[in-house]
């Protein structure tokens, strides 16, 4: 038996790092892929082939013995396995047109089209049920995930996402065209929101001043959205990208990238944890032509993303 499923990379318009502490982000899945093949073997054994590495081995092992990128690959095998009778294992393989490490959501989308390839070789469950597989799946390698990732993967088009309050698609950004460059630094997402979390203990009110201003700015964006007022969103990119800036998750390599996209597109910001990775940019009246050309010159590597509105599919 054989299960497969994709799932798109996601890009944070606004709100990433205050989502963490309950405020609302919005985000958007990008035109860039993980696909997950699942099949039911014979050996018992789990089996896992990936760029970021392989695996065999039996199931029931301790989670920390296992590599961090395959965690949440065993995991969700392992479990899958402990739920079944029967003597057989799992191969997993995965197949990915997004860069790890860049902010770009290459481990959500993977944690959920591996979650419901997995869980496609049992019997049906609810897509709600999915997206609680894959944010259980994300937790082995970053504990302290807000979820939003994973909802954005799972949904595809905009969302708004908070803890408390779940996803809601905000709509599909029709017309929006984004750029993507990349800083060519990987970033551990868990330790960029532990040294956020470090800030937010010396400064609370100040941090939780910039938590408010953020989740304002998530406020106004299904209005601008929905009126397709591009550079209204811009311009609430920038700010956020300055709350940003004040928490610490910049660097002289990203304002760079940021100024680049800023003078040559409604608006341009960190996407994802910060440290490195990538910036994001929401092109102009000129379209993405202007922004690729700047951070080509400043020799960024960088690219044209449209929205997806599929989120998972299984095949
Ligand atoms: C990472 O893509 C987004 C963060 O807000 C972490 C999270 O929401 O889990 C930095």
Same mark, same amino acid.
């Given at each position: 038996?054989?299960?497969?499923?994709? *799932?798109?990379?996601? /890009?944070?318009?606004?709100?990433e790092?205050?989502v963490v502490?309950?405020?609302?982000?919005?985000l958007?899945?990008?035109?860039?892929?993980? *696909?997950?093949? $699942?099949?039911?073997?014979?050996?018992?054994?789990?089996?896992?082939?990936?760029?970021?590495?392989?695996?065999?081995?039996?199931?029931?092992?301790?989670?920390?013995e296992? *590599?961090? &990128?395959?965690?949440?690959?065993?995991?969700?095998a392992?479990?899958?396995l402990?739920?079944?009778?029967?003597?057989?294992?799992?191969?997993?393989?995965?197949?990915?047109?997004?860069p790890?490490? $860049?902010?770009?959501? @290459?481990?959500?989308?993977?944690?959920? &089209? &591996?979650?419901?390839?997995v869980?496609?070789?049992?019997s049906?469950?609810?897509?709600?049920? /999915?997206?609680?597989?894959?944010?259980?799946?994300?937790?082995?390698?970053?504990?302290?995930?807000?979820? *939003?990732?994973?909802?954005?993967?799972?949904?595809?088009?905009?969302i708004?996402?908070?803890?408390?309050?779940?996803?809601?698609?905000?709509g599909?950004?029709?017309?929006?065209?984004?750029?993507?460059?990349?800083?060519g630094?990987?970033?551990?997402?868990?330790?960029?929101?532990?040294?956020?979390?470090?800030?937010?203990?010396?400064?609370?009110?100040?941090?939780?001043?910039?938590?408010?201003?953020?989740?304002?700015?998530?406020?106004?964006?299904?209005?601008?959205? &929905?009126?397709?007022?591009?550079a209204?969103?811009?311009?609430?990119?920038?700010?956020?990208?300055?709350?940003?800036?004040?928490?610490?998750?910049?660097?002289?390599?990203?304002?760079?990238?940021v100024?680049?996209?800023?003078?040559?597109?409604?608006? $341009?910001?960190?996407?994802g944890?910060?440290?490195?990775?990538?910036?994001?940019c929401?092109?102009?009246?000129?379209?993405?032509?202007?922004?690729?050309?700047?951070?080509?010159? $400043?020799?960024?590597?960088?690219?044209?993303? @449209?929205?997806?509105?599929?989120?998972?599919d299984?095949?």
């Amino acid at each position: 038996m054989r299960s497969g499923a994709s *799932a798109p990379g996601k /890009v944070i318009l606004f709100g990433e790092h205050f989502v963490v502490y309950g405020a609302p982000a919005i985000l958007c899945a990008i035109d860039r892929r993980v *696909a997950v093949t $699942a099949s039911a073997n014979g050996t018992g054994r789990i089996s896992i082939s990936s760029a970021l590495g392989s695996l065999e081995s039996p199931p029931g092992r301790g989670i920390s013995e296992i *590599a961090p &990128a395959l965690r949440p690959l065993y995991f969700l095998a392992d479990r899958m396995l402990a739920g079944r009778q029967g003597t057989g294992g799992i191969d997993i393989t995965v197949e990915s047109e997004i860069p790890p490490g $860049a902010g770009l959501g @290459s481990s959500s989308a993977c944690c959920v &089209a &591996a979650a419901a390839a997995v869980s496609g070789l049992g019997s049906r469950i609810p897509r709600g049920r /999915v997206l609680e597989l894959a944010v259980e799946a994300e937790q082995t390698i970053f504990a302290g995930t807000s979820g *939003a990732d994973c909802a954005a993967c799972m949904h595809g088009g905009i969302i708004r996402y908070s803890r408390d309050g779940g996803f809601s698609s905000i709509g599909q950004g029709r017309g929006f065209s984004l750029v993507i460059a990349d800083s060519g630094t990987k970033h551990s997402t868990g330790s960029v929101v532990g040294t956020v979390g470090r800030f937010r203990g010396e400064n609370r009110a100040e941090f939780e001043g910039m938590c408010r201003e953020a989740a304002g700015l998530v406020e106004g964006v299904p209005g601008l959205l &929905a009126r397709g007022d591009a550079a209204g969103v811009g311009r609430l990119m920038n700010q956020n990208q300055e709350c940003l800036r004040r928490i610490g998750v910049s660097n002289t390599t990203l304002d760079e990238m940021v100024r680049i996209g800023q003078g040559a597109a409604h608006g $341009a910001k960190i996407t994802g944890a910060g440290g490195g990775g990538c910036v994001v940019c929401l092109a102009g009246p000129g379209g993405p032509g202007p922004a690729l050309r700047g951070f080509e010159r $400043a020799g960024y590597g960088c690219f044209e993303a @449209s929205i997806d509105c599929r989120g998972l599919d299984t095949f």
